[in-house]
């Protein structure tokens, strides 16, 4: 008689089949990675070549559009469509933004040292298009340390995220942005004013009620988190606590696991009262005595209201208080407004050193 023919579990082949596809995936993304940042390097590469060649004084300007002309004709009759003459001239203007050795608009002779290109070429042609270096570099390594999409990075300087931060912080702190990026270190370091939620779809000139706008935030959670910075999680909404027989609701609870510690945010669709920053304190309060453990930072409040007073907060609340008042907008800030926050702040800064 024969053997019946074992069957492997179901439960064994669904966990070797998740294994299997796993390391598919990941290698595919390694190879996707690879190509996208071999991209760059080639494109930096060809901008070079066109650039030294320009240098050698053969050519004259008036030339300079024939030459790539041809030089296009020639490479998409080899490799087909893509290496247009626009595609050679950002090429060349890619080379000269990242060259490491540049004396004005000269660029001297090329290092052997490469410039450390971590994102794909999408990435790097809106980056091309900021002018501020500073600001450059700060999306450069946002975007990078973030995993940022191409299309985050175009909606995060859309948004304005480098002016928004820097207007959030001390004068000294401005500089390291282009540095480091935004590293969280202190609760100050998550706050932005304003905060953009035009993603949420709500009109800046109809009403809506403060319900309305929470609904529309979780609708678009990811967004949110990604909007508010870096490590925040989500935990609840309307989360309740009660004492002496009264129940108490915040709006959202959050946590953020770099700085290791409860964010609540409460929304204000109105402008903010000391009634509101009362209550706030209450809530940090509550969670730093009944909710946070040993080993976690003290607790945040975040008021996101639609009108914000600086002077109330400071009035109202103790020095030391971890509570901060952000306004919202909904809708794109005007940029060069921001950039004309920025140049002055920093202006006024140098000129009291």
Not at 262 to 287: A, R
Request: hydrophobic share 35%; glycine share 4%.
């Amino acid at each position: 008689m024969a053997k019946k023919k074992e069957i492997a579990p179901a439960k064994a082949v669904e966990s070797l089949f998740n294994k299997v596809s796993n390391l598919i995936e990941q290698a595919r993304v390694r190879v996707a990675t690879a190509m996208n940042v071999a991209e760059v390097y080639t494109k930096y590469q060809i901008g070079r070549l066109i650039v030294e060649d320009e240098q050698k004084g053969q050519y004259r300007a008036e030339y300079g559009k024939q030459i790539l002309l041809n030089l296009s004709e020639r490479l998409i009759s080899r490799y087909e469509g893509g290496w247009t003459v626009d595609t050679l001239k950002r090429c060349r203007f890619f080379y000269r933004i990242y060259c490491p050795q540049q004396i004005g608009a000269t660029v001297l002779p090329q290092s052997e040292v490469l410039p450390d290109f971590t994102l794909s070429w999408s990435h790097y042609l809106v980056l091309m298009r900021i002018k501020n270096a500073d600001e450059r570099r700060f999306y450069e390594i946002e975007a990078s340390s973030g995993n940022w999409s191409f299309r985050e990075l175009q909606r995060q300087y859309g948004s304005s995220l480098y002016e928004r931060l820097a207007l959030s912080r001390d004068k000294e702190q401005v500089a390291r942005l282009s540095r480091v990026g935004n590293v969280v270190e202190k609760p100050e370091d998550i706050i932005k004013n304003p905060v953009t939620l035009e993603f949420v779809g709500l009109k800046p000139d109809a009403s809506y009620s403060e319900s309305k706008l929470e609904s529309a935030i979780i609708g678009k959670l990811q967004d949110f988190l990604l909007e508010l910075g870096k490590g925040f999680l989500f935990e609840a909404r309307q989360k309740r606590f009660s004492f002496d027989e009264d129940n108490y609701y915040v709006d959202l609870v959050l946590y953020n696991r770099l700085l290791q510690c409860y964010v609540l945010v409460d929304l204000k669709v109105d402008k903010l009262t000391h009634q509101d920053l009362g209550q706030m304190q209450m809530y940090v309060n509550y969670y730093d005595r009944y909710v946070k453990q040993d080993f976690e930072k003290p607790t945040i409040g975040i008021l996101l209201c639609k009108e914000k007073k600086d002077t109330l907060v400071k009035l109202t609340l103790p020095e030391d208080a971890n509570i901060y008042a952000s306004a919202y907008e909904l809708y794109l800030p005007d940029k060069k407004l921001l950039q004309a926050k920025v140049k002055e702040w920093v202006n006024e800064f140098e000129n009291a050193r």
